[in-house]
Each structure stands twice: as C-alpha cells, then as structure tokens.
C-alpha cells in the first residue's frame, strides 16, 4: 500500500493552497483518512480527518479555513487549506486507517506559509 501526497509549497499569508493523497495497492477496507501535521520543535498535530461515513473532525485553530474532503471512488482525500497562516507552516502527512490496527502513512509534503 501506497500513499501519494501532493500539493505542498510556499504560499503568503491569507493564500489556499490544496493537498491530495492517493492510496493505491490492496486496501480492502478504509476506515478513516486524514492529514496530521508537525513544525518544527512542535509536536505532531491531527489536522483533520474523515470516517468512512462522511462525519469530518478538524483540530480547532484550523476550524472555518481547512476542510478535508474524499473521493472514496479513487481512495484520495484532500485538504483545502485557505485563509492560510504562518502557524500552519509544517510537514503535513496523511494516514489511512484501515481498521483492525492497521495504519499507512504518506510521505509528508512541506507548507510553508510566509511572506
């Protein structure tokens, strides 16, 4: 199982910026899908995540500006990043939760918020 992210990079403050992760390989099932995040000398942070069934759940200082959304068709989910800050600059990583213990994890993709 792989996880593919994308869209990271250097945007000002104020600016969106959208990450997409793909998981590919036998997955049989999907029970979450989310992004964490983690910046230097801080610790790592759940961003947001989404269940199988739709319900979503953000860490607050990102409620209003992110929204994490999924294509269970093609096993991706996204996180729409506007309104951007420069406390969000981080790697941000996403997960699969497949249920049973069992985790995957995508290789992080850098944000960087600054002006």
């Known amino acids: 199982v792989q996880l593919q992210a994308s869209g990271g990079g250097l945007v000002r403050p104020g600016g969106s910026l959208r990450l997409s992760c793909a998981a590919s390989?036998?997955?049989?099932?999907?029970?979450?899908m989310g992004w964490y995040r983690q910046a230097p000398g801080k610790q790592r942070e759940l961003v947001a995540s989404?269940?199988?069934?739709?319900?979503?759940n953000y860490v607050e200082s990102v409620w209003g500006r992110f929204t994490i959304s999924r294509d269970n068709t093609k096993n991706t989910v996204y996180l729409q990043m506007n309104s951007l800050k420069p406390d969000d600059t981080a790697v941000y990583c996403c997960?699969?939760?497949?249920?049973?213990?069992?985790?995957?994890w995508g290789q992080g993709t850098q944000v960087t918020v600054s002006s």
């Open positions: 997960y699969v939760n497949a249920g049973r213990g069992v985790i995957y």
């Open positions: 390989g036998s997955i049989f099932r999907i029970n979450v």
């Open positions: 989404s269940t199988s069934t739709g319900t979503t």
